[in-house]
């Protein structure tokens, strides 16, 4: 089992930066990617970065020069860095581990996010 705790989420303007960490405890060695993903209301959950443990790293086009993904691997922590924030990058952003051993996906509760003026 893997447990992730997102944190760092909160009401930002637009133009403004935003960093979001996860947490993760548990069997932490059998997880070989971690992603971002955001759900806005109404819409569909959206990947929004990816990071392997050999530290390749993917963004989905909407955040590409903004977004930045890393990890701290001595803390177990993966980190979304948000700049350049936009009212349409609001959302509840999840993070989740997987597991390529069982094919599971482990999710965190989420954290809001809020870009308005």
């Known amino acids: 089992q893997v447990q992730v705790v997102e944190s760092g989420g909160g009401l930002v303007q637009p133009g403004g930066s935003l960093r979001l960490s996860c947490a993760a405890s548990?069997?932490?060695?059998?997880?070989?990617?971690w992603s971002w993903s955001r759900q806005a209301p109404g819409k569909q959950r959206e990947l929004v970065a990816t990071?392997?443990?050999?530290?390749?790293?993917n963004y989905a086009d909407s955040v590409k020069g903004r977004f930045t993904i890393s990890k701290d691997n001595t803390k177990d922590t993966v980190y979304l860095q948000m700049n350049s924030l936009k009212p349409e990058d609001t959302a509840v952003y999840y993070c989740?581990?997987?597991?390529?051993?069982?094919?599971?996906?482990?999710w965190g509760q989420g954290t809001q996010v809020t870009v308005s003026s």
């Open positions: 548990g069997s932490i060695f059998r997880i070989n990617a």
């Open positions: 990071i392997t443990i050999l530290g390749s790293t």
């Open positions: 989740n581990a997987f597991n390529p051993t069982d094919g599971r996906r482990y």
